[in-house]
């Protein structure tokens, strides 16, 4: 159990007694930098099949967080913020201001919850601490997509 402890609360995090969802954002923004050091350019198909490979196991962790804590999504089950700050920089090339502006947008969003994601965290069990993360970084994304492009750092090829 040690172990799945370990994962749920993102290396104990979770028990960080302020802020303990940005703590593990952090967590997931170092790891993010990490992948790009260790493998590159390559680093974000890295990313993708990370977040692929790992909504299954991540949801059945984070209802096992659930009943470990005996409460509706326990703050101390962070392993979403990990999966949701990851999508949030999904198919995107490493860079700094992408690593910033995620990191930024993806927290706006998830302590906003914006449509549908407020709803979506009432399913039940891990799926229900899992999905608003995920529906945060994916507005996170688009966010930090056309903060790119309005900054010139994308450019959209012409014509389309």
């Given at each position: 159990m040690i172990i799945r402890r370990l994962l749920f609360t993102a290396f104990f995090t979770g028990?960080?007694?302020?802020?303990p969802g940005t703590v593990a954002t952090v967590l997931a923004a170092a790891i993010y930098v990490a992948e790009y050091f260790i493998f590159g350019r390559y680093g974000w198909i890295v990313n993708v099949l990370a977040v692929i490979l790992m909504v299954y196991p991540s949801v059945v962790l984070c209802g096992e967080g659930e009943e470990y804590?005996?409460?509706?999504d326990p703050q101390q089950v962070v392993l979403d913020e990990?999966?949701?700050y990851w999508v949030s920089v999904m198919f995107h090339p490493f860079s700094w201001t992408l690593a910033f502006a995620?990191?930024?947008f993806f927290r706006i969003a998830d302590i906003a919850k914006p449509f549908p994601a407020?709803?979506?965290q009432r399913l039940k069990g891990g799926m229900g601490?899992?999905?608003?993360?995920i529906v945060a970084g994916v507005y996170a994304n688009l966010a930090v997509t056309v903060l790119l492009l309005l900054t010139g750092v994308y450019e959209i090829p012409w014509p389309l």
């Open positions: 028990y960080f007694p302020v802020a804590f005996g409460e509706k990990l999966m949701g995620a990191f930024f407020g709803r979506l601490i899992l999905i608003d993360d």
